[in-house]
């Protein structure tokens, strides 16, 4: 956008007249909502593309959300392990996956297609996401509500809409009904609202529903969530002598559901300080997963 306006001013440096009248025209039409029209455009039109031929929806510049490939394969390899533990055990009852915010369902899809490749049918997802604006980021809020289609329309095309269980919910009200429900999990994922209520209420709420195999004590569902990439105790050894200042971090950050800088290091505030002040032992990996195992 700045460089077209260089090259319109260069272009008519001497001609003050035209000048003006580009000028004017370019506040009145405003290129730089012209141009995410015609981005947004162009997302429908692959949106309608995916429905017509039974495509999956993919991320795009409006449908910015994911794990990151090296998280995923983190998680992968930590839900490989539970299926082996869980079977081992020769339970004849289903595996239970719990997943706490979807988006488009890619890590659904691949978690999905890995229980079914080792467990055949004999598994269940349940899916809680409210799919309702909470960030405050302009496209992010602006897209989230149709979300809900395009999640279930990925599910369809995937195969895994049979194993599906969707709660179109917050994650406390989810909470509620599994407990009520007297649901417990193999392995359940967290990873919805990065704001510090959030995933505190989460963490406390989700470890409680893990399953706990009592008359075999070494079976025990697991706790994942996303986004741990600095812990309490790394930000302080960041800097050591401001621990005051870490905290205004946390004061200052308990609605922030993004990331922030602190020292050159990039974190979400929420998740670090909700980890830290759970009192539970939740482990960190090197890829910025977190779990209680
Ligand atoms: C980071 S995205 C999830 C990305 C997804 N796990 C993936 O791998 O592609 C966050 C999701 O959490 C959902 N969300 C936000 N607040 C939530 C809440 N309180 N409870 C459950 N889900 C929430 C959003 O609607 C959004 O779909």
Known sequence: MTAIK????????????????????????????????????????????????????????????????????????????????????????????????????????ILGSLLKKRLGDNFQIIVIDPFIPYTKIFFYDFIISSVHKYFIHNMKVTGLFKYLFFIKNFSSIG?????NKKIHYDFCFVDGSHKYHDVLKDIKNFSKIRLIDYGNKSYKGVLVGDDYEFSYEELCIIDKKKEKIILNLKKNNLYNDSMVCYENYWFHPGVTFAIHDSGLKINKDINGLWFLN
Do not use: M
């Not at 909470?175 to 407990?179: A, C, E, M, N, S």
């Open 6 to 109: 260089i090259i319109i001013k260069k272009a008519l440096k001497n001609r003050p007249v035209p000048f003006f009248i580009a000028k004017a025209a370019l506040n009145i039409l405003n290129l730089n909502y012209i141009f995410h029209f015609f981005k947004f455009l162009f997302h429908k039109i692959k949106i309608y593309f995916c429905y017509l031929f039974q495509i999956k929806v993919e991320a795009d510049y409006f449908l910015k959300c994911g794990i990151s490939p090296t998280r995923l394969k983190a998680l992968e390899a930590l839900l490989n392990l539970q299926i082996t533990e869980f079977l081992k055990k020769k339970y004849s009852r289903k595996f239970v996956y719990i997943e706490v915010g979807a988006f488009l369902g890619k890590t659904t899809e």
């Open 175 to 179: 909470f509620k009904i599994l407990k």
